[in-house]
């Protein structure tokens, strides 16, 4: 049923300050059913289900379906819609407290979602870093965020590393505002995730890998040498000589740097122990 009129039949209101912009247009949601692929998906997880339009598509697609809710006053309609659904386990909470493991056990499973955008970059890590990762993730996201995450060197942020050490990300459709019931201010676009099986670059550790890039990225249009110095706590002539090791021009700026560059980085920092 059409989001508008559920809520109007529990007499609530969306709330702004949980991202709820419920997606109506049955296109986009044909769309992202379509992009999810779930034939070649045992299990799907679904993160924030609001008023269920995407869990009830879901959900007949016939495959184990477990949909998060932070939201206690959407638990009813959400029980109501997939009462003949018995696929769709249903957990109130928020996805941030809910540790990956718990949710999907060690099965494969996807993530089909349209994320709350107040929380994209922390979800994407949530996921992403998780023990048991998706084998695909097909998310709404604001449309400037999507095209942030899909850049290429020259144009890279911290999010953008993040997710394409993990998988392949592509934009697969962008979505008017009116495609959703209340209309969201910014532009929305669905995009898909491969995740790779195995790491693209050689990394020490991962968590060396992202103190590296974390620490790069710490000071906006610096040389590498001054922020990844600043962001590892070392002298510039210091960062200078890592950086140069790893047979990169340490004026360059964190923008520019390949995924294979800054793995080049985390490898030489490792080695000499920083
Ligand atoms: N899936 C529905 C749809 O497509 O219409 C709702 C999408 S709406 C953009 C995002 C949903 O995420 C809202 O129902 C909101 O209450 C829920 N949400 C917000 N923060 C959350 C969190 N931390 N954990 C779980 N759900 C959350």
């Known amino acids: 049923m059409n989001p508008k009129h559920l809520m109007d039949s529990f007499q609530l209101q969306p709330k702004k300050s949980l991202g709820q912009n419920f997606l109506h247009d049955p296109n986009a949601l044909d769309k992202i059913v379509h992009t999810a692929d779930l034939a070649s998906a045992a299990h799907v997880l679904e993160i924030g289900a609001g008023t269920g339009a995407l869990t009830i598509r879901l959900a007949q697609a016939d495959v184990q379906v477990t949909a998060i809710e932070i939201d206690e006053r959407l638990i009813p309609i959400l029980q109501q819609q997939i009462q003949d659904f018995p696929n769709v386990k249903l957990i109130h909470g928020n996805i941030l407290d809910l540790p990956m493991h718990d949710l999907v056990g060690d099965e494969p499973y996807s993530v089909v979602a349209n994320l709350p ?21 097909v998310l709404t996201i604001q449309q400037e965020v999507a095209e942030r995450i899909i850049a290429r060197p020259g144009d890279l942020s911290l999010l953008a590393v993040s997710v394409q050490f993990y998988g392949k990300p592509s934009i697969v459709s962008r979505l008017n505002p009116a495609a959703f019931w209340p209309r969201p201010d910014v532009d929305s676009a669905v995009v898909k995730i491969e995740v790779y099986p195995a790491p693209i670059v050689e990394v020490p550790s991962e968590a060396i890998f992202f103190r590296v890039v974390r620490a790069g990225f710490s000071q906006k249009r610096k040389q590498l040498k001054n922020s990844l110095g600043a962001g590892l706590e070392i002298s510039h002539p210091e960062a200078a000589a890592i950086i140069a090791m790893a047979s990169i021009d340490p004026t360059r700026r964190a923008e520019t740097l390949a995924l294979e560059e800054w793995a080049a980085i985390a490898r030489v920092v490792a080695e000499k122990g920083v």
């Open 117 to 137: 955008y107040y929380i994209t970059s922390a979800i994407l890590r949530h996921v992403l870093e998780a023990e048991n990762k998706p084998q695909r993730l």
